[in-house]
């Protein structure tokens, strides 16, 4: 069965009944159309804020009041007394009910899986946590979110080793970051199975790269992974030592006219491999771990490279010797699936072959239609993000990161909504998407596990899940 939920378009002249008497109310849709206990609902309309009278949600015979109601939506949460079920919606107050006609799905919870490695699979969908610009719990900010994201379902954390970006303070290296901070040790230990860090990001190479320079992140890296390795060992973690959009680090100041000299370049390359060579024998001396510890280099200006600018896809990628590229997608989300591809296939054409690691190495780092762009419409957020999601599945990306789970940029004291739940704890429609879609994928991997006594393999994977997704 699958569970991936769908957005609902009623027609008010079939689907709401006035049974009552008061002030005419709009509905025009709900979203999800299915979850589970605890999922949040959302019907989106017109006048529901004039309805004071209206004070219940009901489900068949089930009643329970509203979670939040505003001018043009109503959402209420899934409450535990509700059974696995088909049910009707309706909207009752004291003098009107409105039903809704098309019906809601609840269904059982499926996250009691025993197989550890199904509960160890790559979803491949996930998200993030950078710099969160809001919380509602006493925790810090990034075992908010952190827990947040493994409430959602995933088994993938992308954060960053700096602890300011989450309000905190510390003063060492990564490894002694994740060593001795209590908030960064807890993630650590969280069962997650894909991590995601940005560590060591600098541009000092700009001007060459010193020995020194050299020295200093090749220490950081071979730390960082033996220390993973040892600690961690028989957990079968997988970690991704990385960075933000590169592109930027050559072109200074965001100027995208500047062009990057022979010597910058240069300098870039040199770091690369000198963190990759480091990584690479950091696994060699501690061979006897299943931790593995990858290096990606993230790009951010592809479409600039396709052009023939000198960018880090085109002069710097092909010279390197990284594990992974990750591609902030920003560039090229909107494009067509036909021109998405294309750039994918464009950055991976450029990324030296690589003994040891199967399949397509370009994963999406990050990618987001924010709600600002869309007018704050939480149906025009999931159906746009879905469709990026969607051209990333097709293509084939290891891993399709969505940013991020709580908004990290407020502009003119207004939030941009790179969210999936927004400052007031809503969350959206797109958090159901992915709760949803990583249920169903859960069971479907154990499904698949009983019935031909091995895990699928990735394209078949990605082959049910866009069909699932697109529905």
Known sequence: MILIPSLVRCDNDVSIQNEGQGPKIS?????????????????MGDNFQNQRDISKIVLDENEFAPYKVSEQEISFIIPETIAEGTYEIKLKGENTDFKIEERFKVFSDVRNVVNEDV???????????FDPKYSFTQQDGLIETANAILDMGSNILKISLNAQKYGLDFNGDATSLIQEHPSFKRVLDMPFSYYFFWVGTHSKWRDGYTEQERKTDSTLISDLTIYLREEFNQSGKQFYLGHWEGDWYLLPGYDVDHKPTDTSIQGMIQYYNARQNALEEAMRITSNSDVKVYQYAEVNRVVDAMEGKKRLTNYVLPYSNVDFVSYSAYDGQMKSREQFHAILDFIEAHLPEKEGIEGKRVFVGEYAR???LLSFSKFEHELENRDIMLKAITWGAPFILYWEMYNNEVDNNEHTGFWLVDHTGVKWPFYYTHNMTL???????????NEFQRLPSRTEYLDWLQNALSQ
Do not use: C, H
């Not at 509905?27 to 019907?43: H, L, N």
């Not at 249920?439 to 596990?449: D, I, P, T, Y």
């Open 27 to 43: 509905i025009e849709s709900f979203y999800p159309d299915s979850g589970v206990v605890g999922t949040m609902v959302t019907i």
């Open 119 to 129: 509960l160890s699979y790559n979803y491949v969908l996930g998200t993030q946590s």
């Open 370 to 372: 924010p709600a600002k």
């Open 439 to 449: 249920l169903a994928s859960q069971r479907w991997v154990q499904k698949f596990k």
